[in-house]
């Protein structure tokens, strides 16, 4: 399933005749196991290297791969030090107003290199309350304008440091970054640029969710603000990422549960698929596909919106693992209705499977779970903005978020995270049905003028099921091409 701007006869011969169409950059995606140097062949700018979180960021995107130049004006000359021993080069510049030393580096410098960039922008503390004349926020601006120059692909990082929490000035400046990048990723996104704000409290987790979103199984995010957190589950998230362990996907039989439980099973993971009963087909479809890959997948026919559904996953995958090291609360319907012509069973049977659902199969499943298990709730940007006809996928799915955030706080004593997904306009069996009219307009209001993939989603759940994710937790990520609904 692909989408029509995207196809590259179609894109020729709208090349060659003049329409007022803007054509969606085709965008640089993972192609199978995230590997330790998915970032070679790319390029990273770093504007500070001054402390210990500096240096876990440029050196997470060394280590996978890119090219690393750090443009400071002084730079620590023993952290400067690390990185030049890692291949990568030191510029004596600052991040200064447009036309400076970074924007040119950003360019490619005088060889005009086209290859993608990651750049990296440690927020510096405001030197007062004046942000229209500030040191601070000159320097938004300069990365800004850089950032619009960078090659198709191109990733804008905003880091804020703990030097920017605590006190009113770094309030005003984080506040500050986060509306810049709510507006700058909306400009970048049609070259495929996507933009993101990391509060780091913990310098390795900051480091860890940063080699994420600089890689290609983040293309399709853009317009995040996430806090790194400290790992909740200490150790037990270090070790191999995925390989071996236990994941159940609720509604995996197609669709984004599907292609979930097939990028799990592609990094090493058990996966067990669930779905109802009549979706056996399409389920054992699934399942032959990732055992013809070499993967281990096994099929639980059940009802999650129901009790006895919910303990029969659990007492399927109690006797044949006897664990469970993550959970993707997948399973979801739509009956959408307007409130007038809403029938009680539309309304009741959204919220079951939407949101009751993950309620039922948690409690079933949790004596299984092992300290670093990780939950993914998929929720929707309807649960955030709303929709005309979707009063009850919106409630549930705007509960489904706060659930998120109550197994979050819950889960914390046991090593256990959770997370939502808010999945924006993806291109699945669901959203087929929609009328042509509504696919375009919706394609229209994300910032990279495109739907998403299932693989999309599926690489935000790896990452967010995966110890590379540690510092995340009770937080939504949207996965929607930055969509200007719900903002
Ligand atoms: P889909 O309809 O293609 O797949 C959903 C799967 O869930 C189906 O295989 C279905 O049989 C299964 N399912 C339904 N009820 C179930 C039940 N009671 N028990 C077990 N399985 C059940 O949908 P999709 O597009 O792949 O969506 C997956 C999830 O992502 C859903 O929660 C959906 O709300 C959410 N989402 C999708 C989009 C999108 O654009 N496709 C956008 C936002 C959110």
Redesign the pocket.
């Known amino acids: 399933m692909d989408d029509w701007s995207l196809n590259p006869n179609v894109r020729k011969l709208l090349q060659r005749v003049p329409l007022p169409i803007s054509l969606p950059t085709p965008l640089r995606r993972g192609t199978g196991r995230s590997t330790a140097g998915e970032l070679t062949g790319t390029r990273a700018v770093v504007t500070h290297l001054r402390d210990a979180l500096d240096l876990a960021m440029a050196q997470a995107v060394q280590q996978a791969g890119a090219a690393v130049t750090v443009v400071d004006p002084a730079g620590d000359a023993t952290l400067t030090g690390r990185i030049v021993d890692g291949g990568g080069q030191f510029v004596a510049g600052t991040a200064d107003l447009p036309g400076g030393v970074l924007h040119a580096i950003a360019q490619g410098g005088a060889t005009g290199d086209r290859r993608p960039v990651t750049l990296i922008h440690r927020v510096i503390r405001p030197h007062g309350v004046d942000l229209a004349v500030n040191e601070a926020t000159d320097a938004l601006l300069s990365v800004g304008h850089a950032a619009a120059s960078l090659p198709p692909n191109s990733r804008l990082l905003l880091v804020l440091g703990p030097d920017l929490r605590g006190d009113s000035l770094g309030g005003l400046m984080t506040a500050a970054t986060q509306g810049f990048m709510r507006s700058a990723f909306k400009e970048l996104g049609k070259s495929g640029t996507t933009c993101h704000v990391i509060r780091a409290e913990d310098a390795q987790s900051a480091a860890a969710l940063a080699a994420f979103l600089a890689s290609p199984r983040a293309a399709f995010l853009t317009g995040l603000d996430l806090l790194a957190r400290k790992s909740v589950a200490g150790d037990a998230a270090d070790g191999p990422e995925l390989d071996g362990k236990v994941v159940l996907v609720?509604?995996?039989?197609?669709?984004?549960?599907a292609s979930i439980a097939e990028r799990l099973a592609l990094e090493g993971s058990h996966v067990w698929i669930?779905?109802?009963a009549?979706?056996q087909a399409?389920a054992a479809d699934t399942v032959a596909q990732i055992r013809a890959r070499g993967g281990h997948a096994e099929f639980v026919a059940?009802?999650?919106?129901t009790l006895s559904?919910a303990q029969a996953i659990a007492d399927a995958i109690g006797k044949s693992a006897g664990r469970l090291d993550g959970v993707i609360h997948?399973?979801?319907?739509?009956r959408d209705r307007t409130l007038k012509k809403m029938s009680v069973a539309q309304w009741r049977q959204v919220l079951q499977?939407?949101f009751g659902?993950m309620h039922l199969v948690q409690t079933a499943v949790a004596p299984l779970l092992q300290p670093g298990s990780a939950m993914v709730l998929?929720?929707?940007?309807?649960g955030i903005s709303g929709n005309f006809g979707q009063t009850n996928?919106s409630t549930s799915?705007s509960a489904v978020i706060e659930l998120a955030k109550q197994w979050a706080v819950d889960g914390q004593a046991r090593g256990l995270r959770a997370n939502a997904i808010?999945?924006?306009?993806?291109?699945?069996?669901?959203?087929a049905q929609m009328p042509v009219i509504n696919r375009e307009m919706a394609k229209q209001l994300t910032a990279m003028l495109q739907p998403g993939l299932?693989l999309d989603?599926a690489e935000l759940a790896c990452f967010l099921v995966g110890g590379q994710s540690r510092g995340v937790t009770g937080q939504v990520l949207r996965c929607d091409g930055g969509m200007a609904f719900g903002a």
């Open positions: 609720t509604g995996a039989a197609r669709g984004i549960g669930n779905d109802i009549q979706s399409a059940a009802d999650v919106g559904g997948n399973a979801g319907i739509t499977v939407n659902a998929m929720s929707s940007v309807m996928y799915k808010a999945p924006g306009f993806i291109l699945t069996d669901m959203t299932p989603v």
